[in-house]
């Protein structure tokens, strides 16, 4: 069965501090990690990642893909309020039908403090 | 807002009761996804459809079905309810065919069965 694990589960920080979420994962048949961004509604897409090593970066955030040693990390420096959410990271498989699927971890809530 | 309508926002019903979900997706995306949101099973990808047929499947459950119509709206049906279906309900529509990058997503149902 495809295992996506995020940690921490909570992380509360000041703003101004720089923060480093982690998602690894255990799947067969790999194809891209995506992280997402949710505050009270619906995710907002952030990032997909499909080749090791290579940094995707917006703004203040970034993230970087270890296929080696299956996980994902998500920086994000200079912290503000309103990075206050829940980031979902998920990992898209080829199933055994051929087709695509998404799992998802549990996410990691994230609050900054003013 | 995305573009993404779903309705209804909010519905109430009994163990046993079957009910239906809709949502339009943005001008000009063929795709549409469907996601349900617990707090026992966090964020889960059900099904997708790419211009009427079924392009991908997820965790979704014997008792649920989806379809997307000729207008590309489509419909969550769920029946047989239970208590654990209780949840969010996102769709999702995309003008891509495949992948999960490049998604917008509505801003759910939330379904409780008493």
């Known amino acids: 069965e495809d295992k996506v694990v995020q940690s921490p589960l909570s992380l509360v920080v000041h703003e101004g501090d720089t923060v480093t979420l982690n998602c690894s994962y255990e799947?067969?048949?790999?194809?891209?990690l995506l992280w997402y961004k949710q505050e009270k509604k619906a995710p907002t897409f952030l990032f997909m990642l499909?080749?090791?090593?290579i940094e995707k970066k917006s703004g203040r955030l970034s993230s970087i893909l270890d296929k080696k040693e299956l996980f994902s990390i998500l920086n994000i420096t200079a912290t503000q309020t309103g990075d206050s959410a829940v980031y979902l990271c998920?990992?898209?498989?080829?199933?055994?039908?051929?087709?695509?699927?998404?799992?998802f971890g549990t996410g990691t809530r994230l609050t900054i403090i003013p | 807002d995305s573009g993404v309508t779903q309705t209804p926002k909010h519905l109430i019903t009994a163990t046993g009761q079957r009910v239906t979900l809709r949502c339009s997706p943005r001008?000009?995306?063929?795709?549409v996804y469907w996601y349900q949101q617990s707090l026992d099973q966090g964020l889960q990808f059900l099904i997708q459809?790419?211009?009427?047929?079924?392009?991908a499947k997820g965790n979704i459950l014997e008792r649920f079905s989806a379809q997307q119509f000729p207008d590309l709206h489509s419909e969550l049906n769920l029946s047989s309810l239970e208590l654990g279906d209780s949840a969010l309900y996102f769709c999702?529509?995309?003008?891509?065919?495949?992948?999960?990058?490049?998604?917008?997503f509505g801003p759910g149902t939330r379904l409780t069965v008493t």
């Open positions: 999702a529509s995309s003008p891509k065919g495949t992948g999960f990058d490049e998604q917008y």
């Open positions: 799947v067969t048949n790999f194809r891209s």
């Open positions: 499909t080749s090791s090593g």
């Open positions: 998920a990992v898209v498989v080829i199933s055994n039908f051929g087709n695509e699927k998404l799992t």
């Open positions: 001008s000009g995306d063929l795709s």
């Open positions: 459809y790419y211009n009427g047929e079924e392009r």
